[in-house]
C-alpha cells in the first residue's frame, strides 16, 4: 500500500523535488522528452527523447543525517540507443525519437530495458563495472600485442579495482516487423516474452529470439480503402501471460486472450461506451480516439485516456465505463482553434498510482491532473519552474470559462497550448511522481512531515 492514501487529496501535499534539464529559451527539437518510466522497485527512472537517446537516474540513498531529506534522482546513465535511418525500398526517413521504454524486473546485479522507435525494439543491459583486468599474457598494459619471443614465463591476470563504470550495451535488435509506426510496447508477466504494437498489427517476440515474431492481431483489410480505424495502444495484463488489451482510434477497448486461438482476430470482450447523439459534432470521433490504455497494477480495472477525458473500465463491464473523469473540459469550445493548431491529436497518457486509488494524466500550460478515485476530488497542478524552490507546495491551479475571473484562476483563452504534459509516471510504491515538460522532467513528491 502506498502510504498516506486515506483522503489522499486532502492529506496528500506535493512539492516540487528536483527538475533536470537546461533553461534554453529555444529548445532543440531532439532534447524533446518523449517517454518516462520507472523501474519495478521506483529506484532508477528512464526518460527518453526524440533524439534517439535515453538517460536514467538513479536515486541516491537517503543520507542518515537529513532523515526528512528522501534521496534525489541523478543521472546514472546515458547512451544513445536509437539513430535516424532510411528506409530506402518506401524512401521514408525513420526517426530516432524513443517512442517508450520499458524496464524487465531485476534478475541479476545488470538492468534490462526495452526501447523503442517507430520500427526498431532494442534490449538493453546496464551494468556496472569497477574492477578491470591487468597483467595479460599476450599482450601489455595498453592493449597492444607482445612479441612472443620476448614472453618466458606465464602470468595469472588479476582484477584491480577502478574507478565506476556505467555500460549500456544492446544485447538484442527486433527489427524488420513493422510495416507502421510502432505505439506501443508491454512485457509479458512470463517475462520471456513481449509484444510490440502499430497502427495495424500487434506482434509477439521471445526475447531469445530477434529474427521472428508472431502476429497475434492484425486488423489490415484486404482492401485499405475499408480501414475505419487503427490500433492506438496496447498492453499485457499484469498477472494472466494469456491475457492483453489494445484500444483503436474508434475509442474501443478489445480485451484478448492468447489461449483461445494463435491470431487474435476474434476479441474475448469489447468495451464501448455508446455515444449520447446530442454531444455529436464534426470532432467526436477525433476526440473518443484513446492515446493511452493502462491496466491496474490488480488487473481488475482498464484504464483509458481520450482527449478530454479518463475513464476506468471494470473487466466484467463492458458496456460503459465505471469511472469517468473530465480532465480539461472547458476546451470543449475550443476544439475549433485546437484542430486548426493540431493540438486535437496531441497523445496524452495516463497512469495509476501503487494503489490503484489515484490516477495521473497531462493537460496543457504544463498543467496535470490527478482524481482521488475513493473520495472523488480531483487537483489541478503545475510543472514550472517558478515555484521550483526545494520542497516548495505546489499550488492547486484552477481555470475559469468565462465570467469573472478570481485572483488564484487562469483565464482559458491564456493557456499555452505549445506546453503540454504527455508524459508522466509514478513510483510504484511512493508518492513520488516524475512529469515530462518539453525539454525538463520534474520530480514531485508528497511533504515529508
Request: glycine share 4%; proline share 4%.
Amino acid at each position: 500500500m502506498v502510504p498516506g492514501l486515506g483522503n489522499f487529496m486532502q492529506d496528500v501535499l506535493w512539492c516540487f523535488s528536483q527538475v533536470k534539464g537546461t533553461i534554453d529559451i529555444g529548445v532543440a527539437e531532439a532534447d524533446i522528452i518523449s517517454t518516462v518510466e520507472f523501474n519495478h522497485t521506483g529506484e532508477l527512472l528512464a526518460t527518453g527523447d526524440k533524439g534517439g537517446r535515453v538517460v536514467i537516474f538513479q536515486r541516491e540513498q537517503e543520507s542518515k543525517n537529513q532523515p526528512h531529506r528522501r534521496g534525489e534522482y541523478n543521472v546514472y546513465s546515458t547512451f544513445q540507443s536509437h539513430e535516424p535511418e532510411f528506409d530506402y525500398l518506401k524512401s521514408l526517413e525513420i526517426e530516432e525519437k524513443i517512442n517508450k521504454i520499458r524496464w524487465l524486473p531485476q534478475q541479476n546485479a545488470a538492468y534490462f530495458l526495452l526501447s523503442t522507435n517507430d520500427k526498431t525494439v532494442k534490449l538493453w543491459k546496464v551494468s556496472e563495472r569497477d574492477k578491470r583486468p591487468e597483467g595479460y599474457n599476450l599482450k601489455d598494459e595498453d592493449g597492444r600485442l607482445r612479441d612472443p619471443s620476448m614472453i618466458t614465463m606465464l602470468r595469472v591476470p588479476v582484477l584491480r579495482p577502478m574507478d565506476l563504470m556505467v555500460e549500456a550495451t544492446p544485447r538484442r535488435v527486433f527489427a524488420n516487423a513493422h510495416t507502421y509506426h510502432i505505439n506501443s510496447i508491454s512485457v509479458n508477466s512470463d517475462y520471456e516474452t513481449y509484444m510490440s504494437a502499430d497502427d495495424l498489427r500487434i506482434n509477439l517476440w521471445n526475447f531469445e529470439i530477434t529474427n521472428q515474431s508472431f502476429n497475434i492481431v492484425d486488423i489490415k483489410p484486404a482492401n485499405m480503402e475499408e480501414l475505419t480505424e487503427v490500433i492506438t495502444a496496447a498492453e499485457f495484463h499484469p498477472h494472466h501471460c494469456n491475457t492483453f488489451v489494445y484500444s483503436s482510434s474508434k475509442g474501443t477497448i478489445r480485451l484478448c486472450d492468447m489461449r483461445t486461438s494463435a491470431l487474435c482476430d476474434r476479441h474475448a470482450k469489447f468495451f464501448e461506451e455508446p455515444e449520447d447523439p446530442s454531444n455529436r459534432s464534426f470532432f467526436s470521433e477525433i476526440i473518443s480516439s484513446i492515446s493511452d490504455v493502462k491496466f491496474s497494477h490488480s488487473g481488475r480495472y482498464i484504464m483509458t485516456r481520450d482527449y478530454l477525458t479518463v475513464k476506468v473500465w471494470d473487466l466484467n463491464m463492458e458496456n460503459r465505463p465505471i469511472e469517468t473523469y473530465q480532465v480539461h473540459d472547458y476546451l470543449r469550445s475550443k476544439l475549433c482553434s485546437l484542430y486548426e493548431n493540431d493540438c486535437i491529436f496531441d497523445k496524452f497518457e495516463c497512469v495509476w498510482n501503487g494503489s490503484d486509488s489515484v490516477i495521473m494524466t497531462g493537460s496543457y500550460n504544463n498543467f496535470f491532473r490527478m482524481f482521488d478515485r475513493n473520495t472523488k476530488r480531483d487537483v489541478t497542478l503545475e510543472a514550472s519552474r517558478e515555484n521550483s524552490k526545494p520542497r516548495a507546495i505546489l499550488k492547486p491551479r484552477k481555470v475559469c470559462i468565462g465570467g469573472k475571473r478570481r485572483k488564484d484562476e487562469i483565464s482559458v483563452d491564456s493557456l499555452d497550448f505549445s506546453k503540454k504534459i504527455l508524459h508522466t509516471a509514478w513510483h510504484p510504491t511512493e508518492n513520488i511522481i516524475a512529469v515530462a515538460a518539453t525539454n525538463n522532467l520534474y520530480i514531485f513528491q508528497d511533504k515529508v512531515n
